[in-house]
Structures are given as structure tokens and as C-alpha cells.
């Protein structure tokens, strides 16, 4: 989506020329992107927006991107916003020699715009995996002060409303079981659905990996690290092995400051330990699914 040149209050950017990707390492929306950008060989430069730090809630940022979210692609001084719409972007601007990112056949174009609309609906409980899950709710809560400016500073944005009242909720009470136990359905109708769609295929759209799998890999990082059990939709799981060993998609997950990766991996042990990973709210779900799924779980007619 690109942003109109009168809404950004930031004019420097305007007058940035060639390409730059407002990111921050960790995050999985600007992996998303880098691993397109990697994949093309493209040349850029790669703007930190520590998200971490609450860069993101600050006037400067969001005088560029009211939503105060990363990934931003500024390109000869044009502004775009959404992930998936900035691989699209790349695509039709950078196109690759070798093959195709997004499909040309019509009924794989359907699909794979249906399949990144479910991607980019599930970024919620992706949040909800994260901020649950991978981080402590004392280091990944936001302070008084940050949602201040963040809901202050830029121009109003609906979405951007959303996602402070997210973390208001989330500061004051984390992730509630509610909000976990819907991240493991969705997170479980979508890989059931894209473990079908493998068949005997190596990549998602067939023998040459697409766009689908760059954003579905993200995902699927994300919520195996949290804990959920891949191994429940086994083809996506072997699918997700051959995406972890493609260098282009690796190298993007592990940059970035590093306390942030050992914070998490600790964090992670810590809640497998205790039986409070993601894992253990997935086998709960299931259970409870099963149960109303036989006869004794039904109530009487
Ligand atoms: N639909 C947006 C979602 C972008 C988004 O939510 N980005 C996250 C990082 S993955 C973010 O910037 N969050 C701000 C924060 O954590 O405060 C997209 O695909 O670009």
C-alpha cells in the first residue's frame, strides 16, 4: 500500500533515493520482506527501527507510517506500507531472471492471495504467540509513557488504536487463556489447510519455492519457537525443514541484538520446563476438541 506524499509528516524520507526497508531484526513481518529482498538479490539499506526500544512509537516514525508498525519500504521517495503488499511491490519492480515469486497461472494467483490474506490475519495471535510465549510479559509490556506517544504522536489511524488497546490489555493482564486457546485453533486451521495443499509438492505451489513460502515460513518460525507441535501436520513440518536449511530464509531469523535471541531461548526453556509452553495450551485445545467430537462429549438431546 503506498502511503500519499501529504499524509508523511517526516519529509526527509521523501527526498531518499534507491531503496530502504524501515525494519527491525526480530521482527517477523520485516523478515518476511528481507528474505524476498535476499532471495532477488537486491540491493538495499536496511533502516533499524528497534522495536524493542519503542522506536516505533516515536513522532519521527510515525510521521511516516501512522501505524507505528515495521516493515516501511521507501523507494526514490515513495512511501509503501503492509508486508504483503511490499513483496508484491518488489515483485513487479525487481522482477527475478530465474524464475517468478508470485505465480502467473490464474488459479494459483487465487490461491496464493487468499493464503497471504490468512497469513497476514493471523499476525494477531502471532503477537499473541510471542508476547505470550517468547518473552517475558515484564521485558515485552509497554510503559505508561510509550503507549502515550505511541496513541499521541503521527497522524490518527484506526489500526493503530487496535494495536495500543492490544497492549494496554496486555500490559495490565498478559495473555489471557481466551487469547491463547483461540491463537492455537487459528494457528491449527491454517497449517491443517496448508499441510493438505502439500500433497507430494516440495514448496507450497509446487517444485519451486513462491511468495507463499517465504510467508508462511515466518510464521511457522515463530510459533514452533513458542512451542506449538509442528509435528501434527507432518508434510508441513517436513515442508518447514526444507525451508529452515534454504540459507536466504535462515540468515534472517538470527539478526539482530542478541539478548533479544537469549532472552527468548531461556524464556522458552523456562516454560517448557513448567509445562506452560505453547505446546501445553495446543494439547489442552485438542483434548477439549476431542472430547466435544465423541458422543459422550455431546450434550444430551
Ligand atoms: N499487517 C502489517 C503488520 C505489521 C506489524 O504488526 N509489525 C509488527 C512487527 S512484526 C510491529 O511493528 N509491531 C510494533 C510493536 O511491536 O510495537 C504488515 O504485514 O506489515
Known sequence: MKLSADTITTREVLDWQGLHLLNFSQSSCSQKVRILLAEKGV???SREVNLARGEQTTGWFLGINPRGVVPVLVHDGEVHVESNDILRYIEEKFPSDQHSWFPNDA??????DRLLELEDELHI??????????LPHSVAKKSEAE???YAKNGADDPDRD????WWRAYGDQGITDRQADEAVEA????FSELNLLIEDRQWLLGDEPSVLDI??????YRTVEAGYPIRVHPALEELYERMLARPAFRQELTKGPRWVQVVGRLYRRFRRLRGTSLESVYQRWSRRMNTLDTPKGKLPS
Open 187 to 190: 494457528f491449527d486451521r491454517a
Open 215 to 220: 510467508a508462511w515460513f515466518i510464521t511457522l
Open 107 to 112: 488459479w494459483q494467483r487465487d490461491l496464493t
Open 125 to 134: 495471535h502471532l503477537r499473541v504467540a510471542t508476547m505470550g510465549y517468547l
Open 162 to 165: 487496535q494495536i495500543v488497546a
Open 43 to 45: 540491493r538495499y539499506r
Open 147 to 149: 503507549l502515550e506517544a
